[in-house]
């Protein structure tokens, strides 16, 4: 009964020894008599037992490393602090188990040695503009050098950028002297325009008051050349009227005789005034003649 026991547990221990199950997105690194044999993959594995060794584990999944923060200077020697955070891959694990004595380490170090390089080329102002352009250059240099560990880096990004204070509050200067800057511009713009729209609303409304008077000047002349062609046309058709009578029988005695009704009346006007001197003609006959016509017109018509 002791030996069936004896020879139980032997055989638990040879099969505990010689099967091995791989989680999914895992690689294990397998040593026989310390010597470099395989690697398995996921799922039901065997190996000699007492012979074979599972040696290093692997996971195969994205990893994220938080890279220390760390002070680097720029090119125009301004102090920042930097900290990140790095995202790698294990690609091959014989190599990630026997190309670095700690892979992890490694990568963290050559991510803050190729930073504080990248920083070094670029001033101030452009760490802060160009992040994206740092996070490749970090990248590509690491993942140079991971190939030997079996590290594929896919990717680096920067947590922050911290200034000294003194450098902190001088750009906040800065910031709020370009936004007064652009506010002014803004201020002026909004005169500039104001002038030019009511200096347009002026010319036009002189424009549209020049038009008018125009208008009104052309209005007027057409209505005093309309008057004036009435009345022409109306003492045209007198004179017509009055050459027409003097035509008929008699016309030309009514003439006379309104003529000397005229000069009559003439005369006795200015002789009632007071204040007017008179001075009779020299020759008298004209006058009686006249006179003489009217009377005999007179009689005529009686």
Not at 66 to 71: G, K, L, T
Not at 213 to 241: D, P, S, T
Request: hydrophobic residues 45%.
């Amino acid at each position: 009964m002791e030996i069936a026991v004896i020879l139980f547990v032997i055989a638990a221990i040879f099969v505990w020894q010689s099967i091995k199950v791989v989680p999914q997105q895992h690689a294990w690194v397998v040593e026989r008599l310390g010597k470099y044999n395989g690697t398995l993959t996921p799922g039901l594995n065997f190996l000699m037992p007492f012979i074979d060794k599972v040696a290093y584990k692997h996971v195969l999944k994205e990893i994220p490393l938080d890279i220390p923060s760390q002070v680097c200077i720029t090119r125009d020697n301004t102090q920042l602090q930097v900290d990140g955070i790095l995202y790698f891959q294990v690609t091959d694990a014989m190599r990630a188990s026997y190309g670095s004595s700690n892979y992890i380490t490694a990568i963290s170090q050559l991510a803050q040695t190729t930073l504080r390089s990248v920083i070094g080329k670029l001033e101030l102002d452009k760490t802060f503009e160009e992040r994206d352009i740092i996070n490749a250059q970090v990248v590509q240099a690491i993942d140079e050098a991971a190939l030997n560990w079996g590290v594929k880096v896919l990717r680096y990004e920067i947590k922050d950028l911290t200034p000294p204070k003194e450098i902190l509050h001088a750009m906040q200067q800065q910031i709020t002297a370009e936004r007064e800057k652009r506010a002014l511009i803004a201020a002026s713009e909004g005169r500039r325009q104001e002038q030019i729209n009511i200096a347009t609303g002026e010319r036009e409304a002189f424009i549209a008051r020049s038009e008018g008077e125009k208008q009104a000047a052309i209005n007027n002349a057409q209505g005093e050349a309309a008057a004036i062609l009435a009345v022409a046309e109306a003492n045209a058709q007198a004179i017509e009227r009055v050459a027409a009578a003097i035509r008929l029988p008699g016309g030309e005695q009514a003439v006379q005789l309104k003529v000397a009704e005229k000069a009559v009346d003439a005369y006795g006007k200015v002789a009632t005034d007071a204040t007017t001197t008179l001075i009779i003609p020299s020759n008298m006959s004209e006058v009686s003649a006249l006179v003489a016509s009217a009377m005999k017109m007179i009689q005529t018509n009686k």
